[in-house]
Every structure is written in structure tokens, then in C-alpha cells.
């Protein structure tokens, strides 16, 4: 089987996401998905990969995940991490794993072994409809957040702030039985992270007060700080919050700083969870090295894909950590990070977006997974089990560009 054309797909209404397609001569497709600065990664992956690919037996993942990252020009500029390098090479792994599973008629979880579980207790992060969507447009904050006006998915987001027991409540109404909010972000960007005033520290808190007054200790909180803060302001914060057994801190510092990270693990009560943007081998090698976090969550769509998670995997096993793949972004990355949990036992909890696979998701693609009773089931196809939605494909405001060797 050779590679005959790569093609990316990107939609204007939800212009983070990026989707990739490989194609082959024996007809067989590979779909795969990331997030973040769309253009420069579809620039990216038609000008460097796929003169690469092109032609290549798709297969050969293993080689090809290495030479994209260590034996082309990439090398010199797409390290660390997050680079549109790193995102453009890790949805063109999703898609060659897709592929490979599909050419052997299996499904993704079972060309990684198969399955240890039959299903995996998601959390829900408590986002809603818009969140993150658009390229040009910064993320929601807390604080800016106005009355939904589109009703037909949860405003977890609202209800973070506005009523969060109540948000809780729901989420234990569908058996859901762990939450992501993160009540202190719209404070650090007045300080830029550097301190927060004894007033706003209360208001967060108290967020995280309604939670427990409201459904006790029947919910775990899983608490985002988004990287935002300086070590001490999220010390400060942490041991403040550190009374409402809160389940982990997620991402309190700038991660990239792991002696800062290890002190502030020493000094908290609730685990450390890291991280979704820095978290590949290499960057948990150093960090479980330091001591310095316990969950592992990482995001399939920026640390290079499936390829990386295997070996990520067996960091987490060597050193008996659980891992956690992140996903607030789109449906392709979520679903493949569902094949790996079900694969591998030191897989957690799945993150989960109710907002997203009950609302815009159904828009993207064509399959999702049953959510029941708290728990993600297995997709049903052979590959990942999904492909993208043909409305989107027909969509006026959608873009593909293809690049096959007559291209180059
Ligand atoms: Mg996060």
C-alpha cells in the first residue's frame, strides 16, 4: 500500500480544529484531527510532510513518526512540544493508526493489544457550546461569561460560576461523578498570574464551597489552573483549596518550570495532574524523575499522536502513575483517546466535554461513542470508528486542500 494524497479539511465556524486524510492506492483512508492555529499546521503539514509521505507505505508508522520528528528539517525548530510542528505530525499519526487498523479490518484498541476494560469512567469538563471553537478569538473567560442564549446544550460554563452545585447536581443525574472547573482563572489574567487578592481567592472558593454544600462529597472536582499562575499565587490557592478534597490541581504553574512543579506537589494536599501541552515521554521522564506530578494527561492531538501515548504509556507503567488523556477540542482526539484507554489498564478516566459530544460534535463527524451511565463505550467501526460528518464536508464553509505527488 502506497500514500496518495494528503488532505486537510478545516471549517470556518470551528476553526481550531484541523483534520487531516490520508488517502492510499488501495483506497483505504486515515483520518486524523488537531487543534490550535489552523493555517500555519495545514501550511505545514502540505509544504513538509507530505512531500515526505507521498508515496510511502503508510504502515510503517514507527518510522514514520521518527523521521517527521528527527530526520527532516523538523528537527531544528519543532521542539519543544505544542509547535504547529508537533500538532501537524501528531494528526497525521492518528491517521496512519486509523489506516493501519482499518487495513487490518480491527479496530483501533484491539492493534493496541486489545482491550483491558469494556468501558471507562469519564469526567466531564464543564465548558460549554463555543468554548475554544474559533482561532481568532481567545477562549471564554469565566468572568465575561452572559446569559446562553443557545439552550440546546449545557452552559457548563455559565453554571460554573452561576450555580455550581446545581451543575454538580446534574452531572450526578447522569451518573457522572466527576467534574473540571476552573473558578480561578479570570483573577490571573489581572495580575498576569503573579498574585491574587484576598477577595477574588474568596470568590473562587466559594465556587468550590457551593459544590460541597450542594452534593457533599459525592462529586470529585478536578481543579484547572490552566498553567496560569506563578508558583506562589498557586501555592496560595491550592492550600486554601486543599480543604474542600479537591480530587488534583491541574496544570498550576507553567509546566515547563518541574522544580517549581515539585515544590508545589510537596506542598499541596491534593495530587498533581500534567500535562496536556508539555506532556510526551521525554517531558514525563523528567517530570515523574522530580517527583513532581501524579496524573498523566496528556493530549494525543499535540505530543505526536498515538505513537507518543504508547510510549508515554510505558513511562506511566514503569513508574505506576495513571494516566488521563486530555481532550477539550474535538471529536477525532477524544475517540482516540477512548481506544487507548480501553487498551491500556493505567488509564483512569477519560476527559469528556458533555457540552461538545451532545451538542457540536454530532455536526463534525459521524459516530460518537454511547455515553452511558457515567461510563464511555466502545465505538462499534474498525479504525478509530468515525469519519467526518458528509454535511461538513458539503459545508460552504468548509476548506479542503490536497496535496498528491503531482504537487511537489
Ligand atoms: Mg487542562
Redesign the pocket.
Known amino acids: 500500500m502506497k500514500i496518495t494524497a494528503i488532505e486537510t479539511i478545516h471549517n470556518k465556524k470551528f476553526s481550531n480544529l484541523v483534520w487531516v486524510k490520508i488517502h492510499t492506492d488501495e483506497g483505504l483512508t486515515g483520518l486524523g484531527e488537531t487543534f490550535r492555529n489552523p493555517n500555519s499546521i495545514i501550511s505545514y503539514i502540505h509544504e513538509s510532510c507530505a512531500p515526505y509521505l507521498l508515496g510511502k507505505d503508510p504502515l510503517r508508522i514507527n518510522e514514520h513518526a521518527d523521521n517527521l520528528l528527527n530526520w527532516t528539517a523538523n528537527r531544528y525548530v519543532g521542539y519543544p512540544t505544542r509547535s504547529v510542528e508537533y500538532r501537524g505530525n501528531s494528526a497525521i499519526d492518528i491517521a496512519l493508526w486509523d489506516l493501519k487498523a482499518k487495513s487490518s479490518n480491527l479496530k483501533l484498541v484491539d492493534i493496541l493489544g486489545g482491550p483491558c476494560r469494556d468501558k471507562i469512567p469519564i469526567y466531564n469538563t464543564c465548558a460549554a457550546s463555543g468554548y475554544n471553537w474559533n482561532a481568532n478569538s481567545s477562549s471564554r473567560l469565566v468572568s465575561e461569561l452572559k446569559s446562553n442564549q443557545n439552550k440546546e446544550t449545557y452552559d457548563d460554563l455559565e453554571l460554573q460560576t452561576q450555580n455550581p452545585g446545581d451543575l454538580a447536581q446534574s452531572l450526578l443525574d447522569e451518573g457522572i461523578k466527576a467534574m473540571k472547573i476552573w473558578p480561578f482563572d479570570e483573577f490571573a489574567f489581572i495580575t498576569k498570574g503573579q498574585t491574587i487578592s484576598s477577595e477574588d481567592l474568596k470568590k473562587g472558593i466559594n465556587r468550590i464551597k457551593k459544590i460541597r454544600d450542594a452534593v457533599g462529597s459525592k462529586i470529585d472536582i478536578m481543579l ?1 489552573y ?1 498553567s496560569l499562575w506563578q508558583l506562589a499565587p498557586a501555592l496560595k490557592i491550592a492550600k486554601h483549596v486543599d480543604e474542600f478534597d479537591v480530587f488534583w490541581h ?2 498550576p504553574i507553567n509546566m515547563a518550570h518541574l522544580k517549581d512543579l515539585a515544590e508545589f506537589k510537596q506542598n499541596t494536599i491534593a495530587p498533581t495532574a500534567g500535562s ?1 501541552a508539555l506532556g510526551t515521554a521525554l517531558w514525563y521522564r523528567d517530570a515523574l524523575s522530580l517527583g513532581a506530578i501524579d496524573y498523566m494527561h496528556y493530549d494525543l492531538g499535540w505530543i505526536g499522536g498515538i505513537t507518543e501515548a504508547i510510549k508515554i504509556s510505558g513511562i506511566a507503567h514503569g513508574n505506576n502513575r495513571m494516566m488521563c488523556p ?1 481532550d477539550c477540542t474535538g471529536p477525532v482526539v477524544w475517540i482516540a483517546n477512548l481506544h487507548i484507554s480501553l487498551a491500556y489498564p493505567n488509564v483512569m478516566i477519560l476527559e469528556s466535554v458533555r457540552s461538545f459530544y451532545n451538542g457540536f460534535y454530532k455536526t463534525l463527524v459521524d459516530n460518537l461513542p454511547e455515553i452511558q451511565n457515567g461510563f464511555a463505550m466502545p465505538m462499534k467501526g474498525i479504525g478509530l470508528g468515525v469519519d467526518l460528518h458528509s454535511s461538513l464536508i458539503a459545508s460552504q464553509d468548509t476548506t479542503k486542500k490536497i496535496t498528491t505527488s503531482s504537487d511537489i
Open positions: 484547572e490552566h491541574e496544570d496536556e486530555h
